[in-house]
């Protein structure tokens, strides 16, 4: 039986840190990360006599960047809902455009980082972009903090590289602590590429 997910309490269980979406993005985040996705397909897909100069220019990079520490919840990579991945250069560059108690809708695509072979996005990519949409699910629907306690992907077709996607996803059952997510992914034709059904579960408050 579906039940209506209730809001968040106030507080945080378990010591779960309170991470709210980011306002703003800070000047050149967008663009710093879209350059490290270009990087880590560059990576897989080239063969350069340049790889010591090019790790010169990372480290230089990182050496920049390293006298910044800002902790989970105040550094905003992985925090802006405007940015591709939510700004976090791990994620793959979708886009959550509709988001709600009824559901989430994302929209993007994987890159050559992604491929497991044959230009087909590797099969565990999949099950990372759907734990984090199974995340976006329960957050719009005002859950509390959870954790994910199972995860399947039932694999219908390639999922191609480069090409515009689209995934939804909804709590279909709420039994207590328990949220019952499902989820699709498929191609611009309409093609089904996956579906994935999760548990997540709300955390008690001495859970971390």
């Given at each position: 039986?579906?039940?209506?997910?209730?809001a968040?309490?106030?507080?945080?269980?378990?010591?779960?840190?309170?991470i709210?979406p980011?306002?703003?993005?800070?000047?050149?985040?967008?663009?710093?990360?879209?350059?490290?996705?270009?990087?880590?397909?560059l990576a897989?897909?080239?063969d350069?006599?340049?790889?010591?100069?090019?790790?010169?220019?990372?480290?230089?990079?990182?050496?920049?960047?390293?006298?910044?520490?800002?902790?989970?919840?105040?550094?905003?990579?992985g925090?802006?809902?405007?940015?591709?991945?939510?700004?976090?250069?791990?994620?793959?560059?979708?886009?959550v455009?509709?988001?709600?108690?009824?559901?989430?809708?994302?929209?993007?695509?994987f890159?050559?980082?992604?491929?497991?072979?044959?230009?087909?996005?590797?099969?565990?990519?999949?099950?990372?972009?759907?734990?984090?949409?199974?995340?976006?699910?329960?957050?719009?629907?005002?859950?509390?903090?959870?954790?994910?306690?199972?995860?399947?992907?039932?694999?219908?077709?390639?999922t191609?590289?480069?090409?515009?996607?689209?995934?939804?996803?909804?709590?279909?059952?709420?039994?207590?602590?328990?949220?019952?997510?499902?989820?699709?992914?498929?191609?611009?034709?309409?093609?089904?590429?996956?579906?994935?059904?999760?548990?997540?579960?709300?955390?008690?408050?001495?859970?971390?």
């Amino acid at each position: 039986m579906t039940e209506t997910a209730p809001a968040a309490p106030a507080g945080s269980p378990g010591g779960f840190p309170q991470i709210q979406p980011a306002e703003h993005a800070p000047p050149g985040l967008g663009r710093f990360v879209a350059a490290l996705r270009r990087l880590q397909d560059l990576a897989v897909s080239t063969d350069s006599p340049a790889w010591t100069a090019a790790a010169e220019h990372v480290e230089e990079a990182c050496a920049m960047l390293d006298g910044h520490p800002a902790p989970q919840g105040v550094a905003p990579g992985g925090r802006v809902i405007g940015l591709p991945g939510l700004g976090h250069p791990l994620l793959p560059p979708w886009l959550v455009t509709e988001s709600g108690p009824d559901g989430v809708i994302m929209d993007g695509h994987f890159t050559r980082a992604h491929v497991g072979g044959n230009n087909a996005v590797h099969g565990g990519m999949i099950p990372l972009f759907y734990d984090w949409l199974f995340g976006m699910v329960v957050s719009g629907a005002g859950c509390p903090p959870t954790r994910t306690a199972f995860l399947h992907v039932d694999y219908r077709n390639i999922t191609p590289i480069d090409e515009p996607l689209r995934a939804e996803g909804r709590i279909s059952e709420v039994e207590g602590r328990k949220y019952f997510v499902a989820a699709s992914m498929t191609a611009a034709d309409g093609t089904l590429l996956s579906e994935a059904t999760g548990l997540m579960v709300r955390l008690l408050p001495h859970q971390p």
